[in-house]
């Protein structure tokens, strides 16, 4: 069973070197290619998923070695796979989901005439997801952690004729390295600490090193993770990542590339138990990251980058759960499931909308779709329902645990994390239901004449229909007894919180938030007109508009920091590293000019230096004789 | 009378050969100076070899002569193409390699 | 032995003495001899003496080895050399570089004093003399030395001395770049300058002296320069003799009216006058 690991991965990268090296005669028949392939990985997981649940708790974990990459002396590096419990939700998440916005794409990039492309791109960045997650060893985990980047990469900027596209893939591509420089760090610390870097013999050793070593490790792996899951400070590639094609969106915020913070964080759970300074680090970057994201969410008129600020947000959650150790864990790879779905069906609902409404996003110029495209508003809306944790729906289930275990945190640092979950769940049913009143209810706000808002074709809402019902009962399924919690127990372990405030509280706090968000956002939006115009707003407002001057800040103090830093470091160049070597050459020059007065040519003179020198030599050794 | 009396001798011939390459400019004179050099050396280490008992310095010196030999043969044929070149035995004529 | 002994005899010292002040001698007149020539056959002089130092040291092969090779071969080779560039040329000994003369008479004299004080300190009381190295024979000693312990040293001054040859051959070898010209162009040549058609005068004067450095004599009795080789000229190495021809051509006559009156006062006059010239050119 386990020599069906590698086809995995196989069947995508075989996709991608098809479609990138295929040419035009595959122009006709490429998506379906791509597609196949991804459902035929889908396929593969299915049976693996099947095979696993047949067997005992404990032997569920398959390992599949395919040759010795790089074995040289102590360094040791393979080709391994590792499929447990952990992996195999994430490659089911990855190739459902991925399989699910490959169908969706060959209806929405259908007049695309780089289509092959783009799926050649779509089929890598599925391997190298899977890449990510299958691996038995950090570095093979690296492998896939750049694919992915190189993916995302190639993915935000396919429009690439757009500036705004190829500034925002560059920009992408840029704030990950950040992350990617703290993975091959924290690489570099492993193999330095226990002289290996493949999962097992690092987690069994992660007791003996010292808790500054393993603190340091978990520091640069939460930084790696921050550049993938787009977290404060490294998250402001997330919002400009909307300029690529709304499915490529849809697979970075649902299934790939954000999920893969969580899921190292998680994988490394051995490492962030030991390092409870670590692990504090983890939750402030996730509660401040899920409150950034949810302000800045509030603020968008553009449909795709409120769903981008809720995506920060609701990954912040993760983030959150993470970090909260082993009670958090299965928490945060249910939340990242449902919301997998969820957040895929949302964003083909908007890819939907935007496909009827010839490319326009900005939410101002919607209004009134429900009655044009029925089955995007009913599935849009149990994506909705679901991720602002309507009861019943999967974000429920999985939301209010994780706000749960943040209360369970204990002390101070409990209820600042609790609260602030909660605050975030409040603000989350605020821009979500803004989201929904300004695009499906109210007057319409668009010209008639311009626009012909239309439903999508069956290949597109198809997959919309399955992930929404994934979104509605993928939690209610995860809760039944806690299976999903007992299912992810021998990898992640799982430890019952002590909560100060019972479930039930929490559970009775959260509905009052959301009441209060939803009612807030209805005050808002739904009772009075939208301006066709944005108001100017509030101080924050503006400031949530602009990103939380995100941009500002990396502007003021990385570009300006950094060409200053540059300008005195070419100034100390020029004046103390030039100065210095200039001077110690003409002072060579110098000394030479008045040296080569003894070269005269003559060797008589070069003989008397000789005997000179000889003199010397005698006069020394009868010195040191006589000493 | 002490043997030590050769290696008196042997300095001061090796000496005088010494001032002899600083002092003369003509180049056949100046080699010959070299051989008196060479010369006194040998006569010290045929005198250390009667010192010590042994005939290593003896083979030394024979050494010393098959290079001066050889020494000689190219000397002498480099002092010749030069003065063909320039007319000139000089050394000090041949006091182009300088700046 | 004289050579065998550990200290030496009063005969060695005395030999030393005499033969010492020689070497020295002939040492200082190697560097302060104006003509080269001297100056090779004092070094000469001084190897000889060295030589006998060698065999009053028990060094019976080098003794010979020195004479024979040094003195013998390199030394001539030097005088050839020397016969090459200019036997007669005197070179000037006053001193062109400034302070050289100071700067080596200071250094040689420090130099030398500093080599005699290192003798002098070091312990060389004991002369173990070389009757036991030397029982079996200088030269089995040697022998047995060079084909055992030196071998290797031994093998790679052979290489040295090929090399030397090569490299001797090498250095003085010139390669001809152009074909050698005929007699024909040559003398095509010749006519086209118009400078000497015929083939120079050669030297020497009336018969009496034929060496290749006198030029011969022009009808008006001055010496002709072409009658010398250029090479000759060149070095100032050219004997004039123009005076003392003049000279000799007198007394020549005289002697020659003498005969002349003599052969007339023979009685039964025989033989005609031609007969005078041819005996000339006899003689």
New interface residues.
């Given amino acids: 069973m386990e020599n069906l690991i590698a086809l995995l991965v196989a069947a995508p990268l075989v996709g991608a070197a098809l479609l990138l090296c295929g040419g035009k005669r595959l122009d006709r028949t490429g998506h379906w290619i791509g597609s196949l392939l991804a459902v035929a990985s889908f396929a593969v997981a299915v049976v693996l998923f099947a095979d696993m649940l047949g067997k005992g708790a404990e032997h569920r974990a398959l390992h599949q070695h395919l040759f010795s990459w790089i074995p040289v002396g102590g360094f040791r590096a393979d080709i391994a796979f590792q499929l447990d419990q952990l992996s195999m939700t994430f490659v089911l998440l990855i190739t459902g989901v991925g399989s699910l916005i490959h169908i969706y794409s060959i209806g929405y990039m259908e007049h695309d005439e780089r289509r092959r492309r783009f799926f050649g791109y779509l089929n890598l960045f599925l391997a190298a997801m899977l890449l990510l997650v299958l691996a038995d060893n950090y570095l093979l985990l690296y492998v896939g952690w750049e694919g992915v980047g190189l993916a995302s990469y190639l993915l935000i900027g396919f429009w690439q004729h757009k500036p705004s596209a190829a500034t925002a893939a560059k920009k992408a591509f840029l704030v990950n390295r950040v992350g990617d420089m703290g993975l091959s760090i924290a690489i570099m610390l492993m193999f330095t600490t226990f002289g290996t870097f493949a999962f097992g013999p690092v987690f069994a050793a992660a007791g003996d090193a010292s808790e500054g070593r393993l603190t340091a490790i978990g520091l640069v792996l939460l930084l790696a993770a921050c550049g993938k899951s787009a977290q404060v400070p490294l998250q402001s590639w997330l919002g400009d990542a909307m300029e690529g094609p709304t499915p490529v969106s849809a697979l970075i915020h649902a299934a790939t590339m954000v999920t893969a913070g969580v899921y190292l964080i998680t994988r490394s759970g051995a490492i962030f138990n030991l390092a409870p300074d670590a692990q504090t680090a983890v939750v402030v970057v996730g509660a401040v990251t899920l409150l950034f994201g949810a302000i800045v969410g509030c603020a968008k008129d553009d449909i795709k980058k409120a769903l981008a600020g809720s995506t920060m947000s609701q990954i912040g959650y993760m983030v959150l759960a993470a970090g909260l150790g082993p009670i958090g864990y299965a928490f945060a790879i249910m939340h990242l499931v449902t919301h997998g779905f969820f957040k895929a069906g949302l964003f083909l609902g908007a890819g939907s909308v935007m496909h009827g409404m010839n490319d326009e996003v900005d939410m101002r110029r919607y209004g009134g779709l429900r009655r044009y495209m029925p089955v995007t508003f009913v599935t849009f809306g149990l994506g909705y329902l679901a991720i602002i944790g309507f009861p019943g729906l999967s974000g429920f289930f999985s939301k209010d645990k994780i706000i749960e275990a943040a209360f369970a945190r204990g002390g101070t640092e409990g209820w600042i994390l609790g609260g602030a979950a909660l605050l975030g769940a409040a603000i989350t049913a605020f821009y979500m239901t803004r989201v929904m009143l300004m695009t499906f209810f109210g007057e319409k706000r668009w010209d008639p004449e311009e626009f012909h808002p239309h439903e999508s074709p069956k290949v597109m809402t198809v997959p919309m229909i399955v992930l929404a019902v994934g979104s509605v009962f993928a939690g209610g399924l995860f809760s039944v007894g806690d299976a999903f919690v007992r299912w992810l127990e021998p990898v992640t372990s799982f430890a019952h919180g002590h909560s100060p405030v019972s479930a039930g509280v929490v559970t009775a706090a959260t509905m009052v938030v959301l009441a209060i968000g939803v009612g807030i956002a209805w005050l808002m939006y739904g009772r009075k007109e939208v301006p066709a115009t944005a108001p100017r707003g509030s101080l924050l407002t503006r400031a949530a508009r602009r990103d939380l001057l995100q941009d500002d800040f990396n502007h003021v103090v990385l570009v300006r920091g950094g060409e200053h830093l540059t300008r005195t470091l070419v100034y100390l160049d020029h004046s103390l590293v030039d100065g210095a070597v200039n001077g110690t050459a003409a002072a060579m020059g110098g000394l030479s000019s008045r040296l080569?007065q003894l070269?005269?040519?003559?060797?008589?003179?070069y003989?008397?230096q000789m005997?000179?020198g000889?003199?010397v030599l005698?006069?020394a050794?009868?010195l040191m004789?006589g000493v | 009378m002490n043997p030590v009396y050769y290696l008196y001798l042997a300095a001061l011939l090796f000496t005088i050969g010494a001032a002899g390459v600083l002092i003369r400019r003509n180049a056949i004179v100046v080699f010959m100076c070299i051989e008196l050099m060479l010369n006194a050396c040998n006569l010290a280490f045929v005198t250390f070899s009667r010192m010590h008992g042994n005939l290593d310095g003896q083979i030394i010196a024979f050494f010393t002569m098959v290079v001066a030999a050889a020494e000689v043969v190219v000397g002498l044929a480099i002092i010749v193409s030069i003065f063909r070149t320039r007319h000139s035995a000089s050394v000090d004529d041949a006091s182009l390699m300088k700046l | 032995m004289m050579g065998l002994a550990a200290a030496a005899s009063s005969g060695e010292a005395v030999q030393f003495w005499i033969l010492g002040i020689v070497a020295v001698a002939g040492a200082l007149c190697t560097i302060m001899m104006r003509r080269a020539v001297h100056s090779a056959l004092s070094l000469a002089g001084t190897m000889i003496v060295l030589a006998v130092f060698y065999l009053a040291n028990g060094a019976y092969f080098l003794g010979v080895v020195q004479v024979v090779v040094y003195t013998g071969a390199i030394m001539m080779l030097f005088l050839f050399v020397v016969m090459l560039v200019g036997v007669t040329a005197a070179d000037s000994l006053k001193e062109t570089l400034k302070g050289q003369r100071w700067l080596a008479a200071g250094l040689g004299v420090g130099f030398g004093i500093l080599l005699i004080a290192g003798i002098g300190n070091a312990a060389l009381k004991e002369f173990n003399g070389l009757g036991d190295a030397n029982a079996g024979g200088n030269v089995q000693g040697l022998a047995a030395l060079i084909f055992t312990k030196y071998v290797f040293a031994f093998e790679i001054t052979g290489a040295l001395l090929i090399t030397a040859v090569v490299g001797a051959m090498v250095l003085t070898h010139r390669e001809r770049t152009e074909r050698a010209r005929t007699q024909r162009e040559r003398s095509e040549a010749r006519i086209r300058e118009g400078r000497q058609v015929t083939p120079l005068p050669a030297p020497g004067v009336y018969a009496r002296h034929n060496a290749v450095d006198i030029p011969g004599l022009l009808p008006d009795g001055t010496p002709s320069e072409l009658t010398v080789s250029p090479t000759l000229r060149e070095r100032g190495q050219v004997r004039d003799v123009s005076g003392q021809s003049l000279a000799e051509l007198k007394a020549l006559e005289q002697r020659s009216e003498e005969w002349l009156g003599r052969e007339s006062g023979r009685p039964g006059k025989k033989r005609p006058g031609p007969a005078a010239p041819k005996e000339e050119a006899q003689k």
């Avoid at chain 1, 070269?599 to 003179?605: D, I, N, P």
């Fill in positions: 080569r070269q005269t040519g003559f060797v008589r003179s003989a008397v005997l000179g000889a003199a005698v006069a050794t009868l004789r």
